[in-house]
């Protein structure tokens, strides 16, 4: 049977197999989600098993309005909503205390719950006319996010029900999470929404940097993460690349240099992918090039933007793919 199938096509077949506890994964700005009803244990448990997903880590509930929040999490503060009002829909997850609806299997056990309002109008039509969608990236566990349908199909073709495409992701990296629960807004995993864009809400907004977390609280981000099956390095500067990629093919290698539009000509006549002008650009091709890149070549060197607005956020995503290895 052909699992993808346009979604606007998709949209009856896939509220059908939502009510019947299978999985459905969609499109969002993001990356593709792998959904489930998030009332129905034994659909969520598909979710873990599809992707090989540690038990530990919980999982987003997707809403299709801010307002909906109020099915999921309790003590909701006010800045909820004023973030609703800029962010929502959008790339932006906020972490609330949960309420007693939320099984344990989506929090870990934990007392709160992830909630974010996709973008895109079909799956928030399905989440209507179905149930909130616990969805965390289509992708199996540990491997590279996934921005296409296609993506899905190659990793998880076999476990899901029903793909449905909507196109490339327009953003290409997930989402923000922000805890709302501590005493200062915290974010836990860089995204889209930036920490420059939240100040403009919060006086004091923090974020927990990789390196402290090692009793992650966001569970997710302790666990290894966008690998590519092969050798992957990050390269802060074209002297470096270039030393990196001259030995990696005298070792025998097949090397690539993944880099923006700009420093492709200085790299000569070597392998190069060029992810576009800016760093938008480089968020939003990054996981499909790194899964073509991983089916091509041997040895990936990712060129470094630093960590300036949503370069810092493309950067914690590409680093991880690289395992924090620098050229
Ligand atoms: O853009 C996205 O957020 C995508 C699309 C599909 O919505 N979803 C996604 O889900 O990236 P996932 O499961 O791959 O990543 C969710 C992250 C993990 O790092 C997880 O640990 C964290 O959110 N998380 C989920 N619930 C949490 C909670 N209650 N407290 C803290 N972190 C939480
Ligand atoms: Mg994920």
Redesign the pocket.
Known sequence: MKKIIDEKIGISKAIELIKAGELVAFQTET?YGLGADFSNVGAVEKIFKAKGRPQDNPLIVHIAKPEDVQNIAKEIPNCFYKLAEKFMPGPLTVVLKRNEKVPNIITANGDTVAVRVPLNPVVREIIEKSSPLAA??A?KSKHI?PTSAKHVEEDLGEDVALILDGGDCKVGI?STVLDLTTETPTILRPGAVTMEMLSEIFDDVKETKNAKIKVAKSP?MKYT?YAPKCETFMATSLENAKYGYDNAILSGKNPVYICLEINKKSFENRNTIVVGKNAEDYAKKLYGVLRFAEKKYDFIILQDLGDEGISGSVMNRARKSAGHKFL
């Open positions: 990356v965390p990236s992708n996010s997930e997710g993460h």
